[in-house]
């Protein structure tokens, strides 16, 4: 299946000159959203994980999808203030200043196998900050799933040294 057909171009969103990756046309096509799933957990089986890590909030859709297709639990990791009980923080910069992501402290226990799965990859700085706070934590990183990588930004060399896939490349 051409999931890149699925998935609609929108230039100068949020701003001008950004060619914004629209993947709400891939989730409300059910025939392209069971075959990213279904992709997604055929290439990221042999990793075992125990859970997958979804970000705030389209890492919700699809990581969620992807726990439930595999059988295992599922973990968000949000922006501050959204979790209700003691959590775990990092902060990581971006291009004007910083930002902090959370995890909840009885999410992820050390030494548990973790999945991180996102919609999108452009420069990994949220992809590359939640492997940070999992590995402060002790989990055990097994891999990244991504739907989309924005190849030109080179986000995947900010991760940890793990496998790292995505279902379509710009």
């Not at 059910?30 to 075992?48: C, E, N, S």
């Not at 859709?61 to 595999?70: D, E, H, K, N, T």
Request: aromatic share 8%; with cysteine.
């Amino acid at each position: 299946m051409d999931l890149k057909a699925l998935i609609r171009d929108i230039p100068d969103f949020p701003k001008p000159g950004i060619l914004f990756r629209d993947i709400t046309t891939l989730l409300s096509d059910p025939a392209g959203l069971r075959y990213a799933i279904d992709t997604l957990a055929t290439k990221v089986q042999a990793w075992q994980p125990e859970y997958i890590v979804g970000m705030e909030s389209r890492g919700f859709i699809f990581g969620a999808a992807l726990a439930y297709q595999m059988g295992v639990g599922f973990i968000p990791v949000r922006k501050p203030g959204k979790l209700p009980a003691a959590v775990h923080t990092v902060e990581y910069a971006l291009e004007y200043g910083t930002d902090r992501l959370e995890i909840h402290q009885d999410a992820a226990l050390p030494d548990s196998r973790i999945l991180i799965v996102d919609d999108l990859i452009a420069t990994g700085g949220t992809a590359a900050a939640t492997a940070k706070l999992l590995q402060d934590i002790g989990c055990n990183l097994v891999g990244c799933a991504f739907v989309i990588e924005l190849d030109d930004l080179d986000g995947r060399s900010r991760l940890p040294d793990v496998p790292i896939i995505s279902l379509v490349h710009y």
